[in-house]
């Protein structure tokens, strides 16, 4: 009897040792693991202590009597991991924890079909997924930043429910098709992508998912959507911003291909991006406005990511008007590029023209500037107008880190503007005159404030600025709102008024601004026309009655400084504001 009770007594120790707790870890060849659950018995994958390029994960393993199923990928198992190359994933790996994947720079595995939530940046920056293929189509949840700057071109997300802020950020998708699994979407899920369509599923307006308005935060979207159901989206927020065509995506989309110097992606029934070019050291690039493939007719209407990067070689620029887009970083570091025309352009990405050496931009037709869109442009001058802008970025317009490095004089934004992003204006060191068109001030991102009055040369700069807004409300209402408040010297113009009819609409162009000696004037109609010069105190000091296609005005005898143009027609009249150097 002694001896059975020592038996089972020393079975029971044993048993006790053996037995595995809820976070505890062990190894198993070269991957580390750490219990996550009992009942039933699971575990996560916590990293390796090997350098192997291919890592195949197993569906269970075993530690001492017991069999855990793999489940999970743990945060930042794999993180800044160069030597991976692929990962195989058993069905039983259901997550992908915060940084799982992230900064696996030569990671090219595509297969991620048995997850079925992708936690914060766990497939982020992985350099060598640019143009990769990714299956997420068990995956119900994808959290915030999950691919930042994973730069893939297709995504299946055919299982999808919850699709967070910023998932698709800084990808280079073209397309996506979101199942009508989908309850919502978030803030700026898509933005910075190359998305030019999207499909869609759902067939009666009360299916229709939570869409965040920037949820395709400057895009421009087709949206192909079932047929008969058309006027759904035309009346639904967010979806009727797109252009809706009932039907599927093109079967060619997607497709990329070489026309004479230039590369190109389908992104429409007949449109294409254009993604790169083949002569790299050419110095004037003349952008076509159509390619051809497969002896298909393809209309260009945007310029990729990264289309020019860092191309020293590019010194000019002409664009078709066809092209409406300029992606993140196209001409980024283009430390030659002098001359683009812009005229048609309505969407700047991030970084679009950062330390090219361009004088001036037209804009008259720019509608959204993303992070940085015009910053760090050391030699872009005089006054900007902007009489369609919408949004505006985060350091939109920042200037260089020279104290001389930028010579902004001018901001003229027009009655559209609705949101202004933290430091729009930061280091704008010349501004001097800053006009908005409405009298609602633009909502100011969450604690922003247009400048950041800690890390100008002078706390004074703000003050030194002349703001107009178009009426004595209008300054009553920016003076009372956090950020806007900044501005102490803010006065009404009547001329700023939305009903105030555009240069451009009446055929007229004023130009070269800032100028030294004369300024053009063209008038394309012909119109006969009264031209008054002030200065900012209201004395005429020009006067002058045109009716041709080109008059100049001499303004050599004027002192430096900033003057009014205004040009009165017998329907209408407008005022522009011109800098003398």
């Not at 009360?206 to 035309?234: C, H, K, N, Q």
């Not at 066809?322 to 001409?331: A, L």
Request: glycine share 6%; net charge negative; charged share 15%.
């Amino acid at each position: 009897m002694k001896k059975t009770l020592q038996f089972i007594f020393a079975l029971m120790v044993t048993t006790t040792l053996c037995a595995q707790s809820v976070g505890d870890t062990f190894a198993s060849g070269d991957l580390n693991y750490e219990v996550t659950n009992l009942t039933p018995y699971e575990v996560k994958l916590t990293g390796t202590s090997g350098t192997e390029a291919m890592i195949t994960v197993p569906a269970s393993v075993t530690n001492g009597a017991d069999s855990y199923s793999v489940v999970t990928v743990n945060n930042a198992a794999f993180i800044d991991n160069a030597n991976l190359t692929h990962i195989t994933l058993p069905s039983t790996v259901k997550t992908l924890k915060n940084g799982a994947f992230r900064n696996c720079d030569n990671l090219v595995t595509t297969d991620y079909s048995s997850v079925l939530l992708t936690e914060s940046n766990s497939l982020s920056r992985n350099a060598s997924f640019t143009g990769l293929s990714i299956d997420l189509s068990s995956a119900t949840e994808i959290q915030g930043y999950t691919f930042w700057e994973s730069y893939i071109a297709e995504v299946d997300i055919s299982s999808a429910v919850i699709i967070h802020d910023n998932a698709f950020r800084r990808t280079s998708l073209t397309y996506i098709k979101i199942p009508e699994t989908v309850t919502s979407i978030g803030t700026v899920a898509f933005s910075d992508t190359n998305i030019a369509a999207v499909e869609v599923y759902w067939i009666d307006s009360g299916s229709l998912p939570t869409v965040a308005a920037d949820a395709f935060s400057g895009l421009s979207v087709t949206l192909y959507v079932p047929t008969g159901t058309a006027s759904i989206y035309e009346n639904a927020d967010v979806w009727q911003d797109f252009t809706i065509v009932e039907g599927e995506i093109p079967v060619n989309l997607g497709v990329t291909f070489t026309d004479g110097d230039y590369n190109y992606v389908i992104t429409g029934t007949d449109t294409a991006t254009l993604t790169g070019i083949n002569n790299p050291t050419e110095t004037l690039h003349l952008i076509p406005g159509s390619a051809t493939y497969s002896g298909d007719p393809y209309t260009v209407t945007a310029i990729a990511d990264k289309a020019f990067y860092k191309n020293e070689s590019v010194t000019a620029v002409s664009l078709p008007p066809s092209i409406k887009t300029i992606g993140n970083e196209v001409f980024f570091q283009c430390y030659n590029l002098a001359t683009i025309n812009t005229e048609n352009i309505e969407f700047i990405g991030s970084n679009a023209f950062r330390e090219s050496v361009i004088i001036t931009l037209d804009l008259s037709e720019v509608k959204n500037i993303a992070s940085n869109g015009l910053g760090r442009m050391a030699k872009l001058t005089g006054i900007l107008d902007l009489p369609k802008i919408e949004t505006l970025g985060p350091y939109a317009f920042v200037g260089p880190d020279a104290a001389d490095g930028t010579h902004i004089t001018g901001l003229n934004l027009g009655g559209s503007l609705t949101e202004v992003d933290t430091n729009t204006f930061y280091r704008l060191r010349d501004l001097s005159l800053l006009t908005v068109g409405t009298d609602a001030p633009p909502t100011l991102a969450a604690g922003a404030t247009v400048f950041d009055l800690n890390t100008t040369p002078s706390s004074g700069l703000v003050g030194d600025i002349s703001f107009e807004v178009p009426t004595p409300t209008g300054v009553s209402n920016f003076s009372m709102v956090d950020g806007w408040s900044q501005f102490t010297n803010i006065s009404d113009n009547a001329s700023l008024s939305s009903e105030t009819i555009d240069a451009k609409s009446l055929g007229f162009a004023i130009y070269p601004n800032p100028a030294t000696e004369s300024i053009s004037i063209k008038n394309a109609q012909s119109l006969n026309a009264k031209i008054e010069v002030s200065d900012l105190n209201g004395r005429i000091l020009i006067n002058k009655n045109i009716n041709n296609n080109l008059s100049t005005i001499n303004i050599s005898s004027l002192n430096a400084g900033l003057y009014l143009f205004k040009i009165t027609t017998q329907d209408s009249e407008f005022v522009k504001r011109v800098v003398k150097q």
